[in-house]
């Protein structure tokens, strides 16, 4: 462990510090932030339970002795272990959306996220239509979360195979108080979902869809997750393979798939070329996520 320094006592040392300390280290960013200053702002802040969006009232605010120890244990497992922020906080954001998580699940950071904001429109005109959505591969449950705010008379069903990650999606669930709506099942994905009791109007999916050479190459930030949230064989297409078999199964008539396959859209327009795919963009990124209706989907 090492030693706290003794001339850091204000929020803004404590900040300055971090700053200084990532850069030194070379760490990686994408999990909620993009750069050393926001990431540390948002370390210290969360660590000392302080309202995220308010720094400039708390800059001068001198530390116990506690604080800066707890401030400096987090600050060196992220530049030296490389450990992600979001770990050491125990909490990750999507828009206004807070979610708690732990190594146990992928760290919430979705196209189809930005997606639900606008309750899928155009593609969707009324949210009123749409009454039962399935999540697959849900994580954290933060898809799920949000889908049941974006169309407030859906029941989801949230499927994924970690019993890990489930947990923490019921946490999550609970937290929103959200249990009566969202049902967690635990599934191979379609495996234990049964499409004779019940379709939906709406498929969504954030699966695993890391190719196994990017895999090998990955920012030891990411090596902190779990494998089975990201991998997804050689060409990153295991789990989409098997969504885009089975999906018209459990689709009602006029039902959506939206599957968010990162930057794989070559090979997923390679790998199925009788596909109509319509490639979304969101504030975030373009041809990240692909539509399919239940129509143009296998039989």
Same mark, same amino acid.
């Given at each position: ?48 339970? /302080?309202?995220?969006?308010?720094? %400039?009232? !708390?800059? #001068? &605010? ?7 120890? +707890?401030?400096? $244990? ?68 933060? /898809?799920?979360?949000?889908?049941? %705010?974006? !169309?407030? #008379? &859906? ?7 970690? +019993?890990?990650? $489930? ?79 089975? &999906? ?52």
């Amino acid at each position: 462990m090492s030693v706290v320094p003794t001339e850091l006592e204000t929020v803004r040392d404590w900040i300055r510090y971090a700053v200084s300390r990532f850069q030194e280290a070379g760490v990686t960013y994408g999990h909620g932030t993009d750069n050393a200053w926001d990431e540390a702002v948002f370390l210290v802040l969360a660590l000392l339970h /302080l309202p995220l969006d308010q720094l %400039d009232p !708390f800059l #001068d &605010a001198r530390l116990t002795v506690a604080e800066r120890a +707890a401030l400096n $244990l987090a600050i060196e497992r992220r530049a030296v272990d490389h450990v992600p922020v979001p770990y050491l906080t125990n909490q990750a954001w999507l828009g206004d959306f807070r979610f708690y998580v732990d190594e146990r699940v992928v760290i919430p950071r979705s196209f189809v996220a930005e997606l639900l904001r606008d309750r899928l429109a155009p593609w969707i005109r009324d949210d009123q239509v749409v009454t039962s959505i399935l999540d697959m591969c849900t994580g954290s449950g933060c /898809l799920a979360i949000l889908a049941a %705010d974006a !169309f407030p #008379d &859906a029941e989801i069903d949230a499927v994924d195979l970690s +019993a890990d990650a $489930l947990a923490v999606a019921q946490h999550n669930v609970a937290e929103y108080g959200l249990q009566d709506r969202i049902n967690l099942v635990r599934s191979d994905l379609f495996e234990n979902v049964n499409s004779e009791d019940k379709t939906y109007d709406v498929i969504l999916s954030n699966p695993p869809y890391v190719t196994q050479a990017a895999m090998a190459e990955l920012p030891a930030e990411y090596r902190h997750e779990p494998e089975l949230g990201l991998a997804s064989g050689d060409d990153g297409l295991d789990a989409i393979r098997r969504i885009i078999a089975l &999906a018209r199964g459990y689709l009602n008539v006029g039902g959506l798939l939206i599957v968010e396959a990162g930057h794989n859209r070559g090979i997923v327009e390679k790998a199925f070329p009788g596909l109509p795919f319509v490639w979304l963009s969101t504030p975030s990124g373009e041809d990240k996520v692909f539509l399919l209706h239940r129509d143009e989907l296998p039989v």
